[in-house]
């Protein structure tokens, strides 16, 4: 599955001839202000496409615009302070997004500052389950110099809950970074969980994943219903109970 990732490559080449029906097929936005986290030790250059379509069906988009998304230790530190930043300057509740870790953060976000949080949207993110079940926690304890064994057991076990607030997984079971099985809401009345066909580090640049996206975010707020797909996205995309 690990070598399988260059998969990524023709998936982020399929953007180029979907893009324009993409736009003219997904609903269109309300103006809401929607922030995109990128996944670990990646910077805001990889969300620029999804940011860009995201701009032009009506959201106001925000980079995360910090130097890059490394440990949990730094929720609070960092990435709180960034919602509280954004929250400020927006003129209603807030939509977040984010891929692999990055969803991570998202969700932990959503859970700290619920009343800030419109929904929140997590791609390929292992926030439940064994933490060593994907292939990048030996890089991630190098980098930020926490050990996964020593996060506290009511921190993980708190990572595998609801929110509290709208939320949606999406996740492929050929994901070659992290396993499926990981990525996964538990049920509640306003968790869903979204199959679709991609690697790890394509699914920020898969069309399907783009159309759910736009799906989930054109949702009226309070209104939030599970994804019903039809036509050809019942084909790639799969809700998973």
Sequence with gaps: MLMAEGRAILEAATLVPTAAPLLATAPRG????????????????????????????????????RAEVLGLHRLATVALPRLHELRRTS?????????????????????????????????????????????????????????????????????????????????SRSDGVAHWSCCVERDSPTTENIEVIGSHIGLLHNPAVFYIIANRLAQAEGAWEPFKPSGLMARLARPVR
């Design 91 to 171: 003129e209603g509740r807030l939509s977040i997004i984010g891929h692999s870790l990055g969803g991570i953060y998202a969700r932990e976000v959503a859970r700290a500052a619920s009343e800030d949080i419109r929904d929140v949207i997590s791609v390929g993110s292992p926030f439940s389950g064994d933490m060593k079940s994907n292939y990048v926690w030996p890089m991630y304890e190098a980098a930020t110099g926490t050990r996964i064994d020593s996060i506290p057991t009511r921190f993980l076990e708190q990572m595998s809950e609801p929110t509290g607030v709208p939320a949606t997984a999406i996740f």
């Design 30 to 65: 309300d103006g809401h202000h929607v922030v995109v986290i990128p996944p670990f030790g990646a910077g805001d250059s990889f969300t620029t496409i999804l940011r860009t379509f995201l701009g032009r069906l009506n959201y106001k988009v925000h980079k995360w615009d």
